[in-house]
């Protein structure tokens, strides 16, 4: 994202404000509701989205330096990350070669080792197998075939990623889809990370993934909090193949207009939130607080439910700020979480209890719902089923 790609943005978010247009899709789109609560959907979403794809994991600074690891179950397969002692990012399945334990409890951290609790075979940050306890009571095994297995895995522009199955290597083109720029303008690896909150909820994955998509509801559901500091309707989309990245206005904008002539000195990230969609699963939002990932799973294998996790990189200039303000990471975090759970999910806990009970076979996207378009389509593309049509109203 350049300075004059940036431009672009804050020249159509001010025709937008001033003309009381939006982003348009051309048309509204019907989504059938079973999409929200079929098992055999989900049982092919697991395979397509959830083990046989590259997933973003996170940012660089979870694993701030050599010989660091994170270790997530999130994906439903438990992945162990590392920086090795070279600095290489790497991704291991966190399954011990001898009986199949979790070789390293959820969490992150540093060691150049890793002992398993069951019976202690030991491997190392290069996911060799070091030590088997009690070897010549175990009896001879080969090293070399059991180290830990290895996960395709990438670190690209401050991000990680990793696809839950082997295979060939990452590819990344596919991934980010003309978005490196973007990763490259706002300096990720420059992000502490902050803090992270899970917000388990009673809806379809899909449902999570949709509720960031517009913001339509805001003056509505949001009046109290996020309509404060965001305006409603006037919003940018661009679609980066199966990616996408919306831009929205904050209110400071007005400030802006009113003190500052010159268009391109305004401070694009104190007047934005910039919300990008990552296939399948991911929601990125910048704004000048830094950057919250949101990694969207289906949970327990059932299609009405998901988990949410929530992790917030700090912008470094406004950590310096909390710090010279003795703020609270955590006061943040709860107020994010309470718009996100009281709020957002919890009106969609009814529609997927709507959903379930079959009274209505449809909803509707409006034209300013282009992103809920996207990624609908983009999902029945993803497992083979017949795309939804715009219906030019
Ligand atoms: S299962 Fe890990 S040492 Fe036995
Ligand atoms: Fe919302």
């Given at each position: 994202m350049d300075h004059s790609e940036r431009q672009g943005i804050l020249k159509a978010l001010v025709e937008h404000l001033d003309n009381g247009t939006t982003a348009d899709a051309g048309g509204i789109m019907r989504l059938p509701m079973s999409d929200y609560t079929c098992p055999q959907l989900l049982a092919q979403e697991q395979d397509a989205f959830f083990r046989n794809v590259p997933l973003l994991m996170g940012f660089s600074s979870q694993l701030p330096k050599p010989n660091t690891y994170w270790s997530d179950n999130a994906t439903g397969t438990p992945i162990l990350m590392v920086r090795d002692g070279e600095g290489r990012f790497r991704a291991y399945a966190n399954v011990c070669r001898h009986r199949g334990s979790l070789v390293v409890p959820e969490g992150r951290g540093s060691k150049l080792r890793f002992t398993c609790p069951f019976h202690a075979w030991t491997y190392g940050i290069d996911g060799s197998l070091l030590a088997v306890n009690k070897s010549c009571h175990f009896g001879n095994v080969s090293s070399a075939e059991l180290s830990l297995i290895e996960l395709p895995s990438a670190e690209w522009y401050g991000t990680l990623w990793v696809r839950?199955?082997?295979?060939d290597p990452l590819d990344e083109d596919e991934c980010l889809a003309g978005l490196q720029n973007d990763l490259v303008h706002w300096k990720l690896s420059d992000h502490p990370h902050a803090g992270q909150q899970i917000i388990d909820a009673r809806i379809n994955w899909k449902l999570g993934i949709d509720s960031y998509g517009e913001i339509y509801h805001l003056n509505i559901l949001h009046r109290d909090t996020a309509a404060k500091e965001v305006y409603a309707n006037a919003q940018t989309l661009d679609r980066f193949e199966r990616n996408l990245r919306m831009v929205f206005a904050n209110r400071k904008i007005d400030l802006m207009r009113l003190s500052m002539p010159i268009q391109s000195r305004w401070p694009y990230k104190h007047i934005t939130s910039t919300v990008y969609f990552f296939f399948p699963n991911v929601i990125m939002m910048v704004d000048a607080f830094g950057v919250d990932l949101m990694r969207i799973f289906p949970l327990g294998g059932s299609p009405s439910k998901s988990r949410t996790i929530h992790t917030w990189y700090i912008d470094p200039r406004i950590r310096k700020h909390f710090e010279a303000q003795g703020m609270s990471y955590e006061d943040r975090l709860t107020r994010f979480r309470e718009v996100v759970e009281e709020q957002d999910y919890a009106m969609l806990e009814e529609v997927q209890l709507n959903a379930e009970c079959g009274t209505q076979s449809e909803v509707v996207f409006g034209r300013n719902e282009a992103a809920l378009q996207h990624f609908h389509n983009v999902y029945r593309s993803e497992t083979g089923r017949e795309l939804l049509q715009v219906e030019d109203v």
């Open positions: 839950p199955s082997q295979g």
